[in-house]
């Protein structure tokens, strides 16, 4: 069953991003499967709702469009730089892509134009439901509800996985090397995954570049991120939900103590993002090139990894 209604989120409000029409989905059950647009039976098991953490479920499940959010100014600079390390280290050719925690297929759009068939994977039935509406036509797409410590596809069965949003919502170590694991299972010996983690000094730097630093209930959540990467909202504010924040180095021990071959550890963004007055000059094209180019040309200098919102390892699986 689904309903529309116009997005509420604060930031929509601003004046940042264009306001739109989103689908919000009445849950279906968790054992779900969509393929080439159509509700099928499981072939193989998926999550129950209850293994994943409902405060994430219920934020993604609401009012908050990440898809929307990714596609809107200079936030668009995470989606473009995506693509580029993406692109830069995919091999040539038709490949198989399981794209994990890909929402409502922003990634798996691109992938598909560029000539891949992709399978998504999202623990969040809206961002499903989404996906396979967009992308029905595509007969190289299929998705399926589930999440990253317990993967569908067989073993050595794809050629890439993208961890672009799982990293951060798996808040125990544990479950993250689980995740990496069930990654590494699931790729062919050559292939390759692209995890991404948010930088522990995220929230410090975009509450200092949006003036939020001076509210005492968003002190209290970078105070608590800083000590140990655990960002947590008691409050219910706008400042984002649950979440793991990584250093840098964290985010490569993990990936390398799961098997995998580090190829590359790389900023996303850079310090991009946090500079408000970009906002303007994106929609030039000249210099929406010069913002892009000056994210690429940081992104793998050690020192300043940390300073922008996301940071990506590439990594290969080992003969």
């Keep these: 069953m689904l309903r529309t209604r116009r997005n509420t989120h604060p930031k929509y409000q601003s004046g940042t991003y264009a306001p739109r029409r989103v689908v919000i989905v009445r849950r279906r059950p968790a054992s779900l499967t969509v393929v080439g647009g159509r509700c099928v039976a ?61 929402g409502g297929g922003v990634h798996a759009e691109w992938l598909l134009h560029d000539g891949h068939e992709v399978h998504l994977v999202d623990p969040v039935p809206r961002h499903v439901e989404e996906a396979s509406q967009r992308l029905e036509d595509w007969p190289g797409f299929s998705c399926e509800i589930g999440e990253a410590r317990n993967l569908s596809p067989s073993d050595d069965s794809v050629d890439a996985v993208l961890l672009l949003g799982p990293l951060y919502h798996l808040t125990d170590r ?11 299972r699931v790729t062919k010996v050559g292939g390759l995954v692209f995890g991404v983690g948010i930088s522990r000094f995220a929230s410090l730097a975009g509450g200092l570049a949006k003036g939020l630093m001076f509210d005492e209930d968003y002190q209290a959540l970078v105070n608590r991120t800083l000590i140990d990467g655990q960002h947590r909202n008691p409050s219910g504010r706008d400042f984002f939900t649950t979440a793991f924040c990584h250093l840098p180095v964290e985010l490569q021990q993990e990936a390398e103590e799961a098997g995998w071959s580090v190829e590359a550890l790389l900023g996303v963004e850079g310090f991009t993002n946090t500079m408000l007055h970009l906002e303007h000059d994106w929609v030039d094209d000249s210099k929406r090139a010069a913002i ?20 990506m390892v590439v990594g290969h699986r080992k003969a």
């Design 292 to 311: 892009v180019d000056a994210a690429r040309a940081i992104e793998s200098e050690p020192s300043l990894l940390g300073l922008g919102p996301h940071i």
């Design 174 to 184: 544990a479950d993250r090397l689980r995740a990496w694991q069930e990654a590494l």
């Design 42 to 102: 499981p072939t193989l098991s998926v999550m129950d709702e209850s293994e994943f953490d409902p405060d994430i479920l219920r934020y993604y499940s609401d009012d908050w469009d990440e898809d929307d959010r990714i596609r809107s100014g200079l936030h668009e600079i995470e989606l473009v730089r995506t693509q580029e390390i993406i692109r830069r280290h995919l091999p040539g050719g038709h490949l198989r892509v399981l794209d994990v925690g890909g």
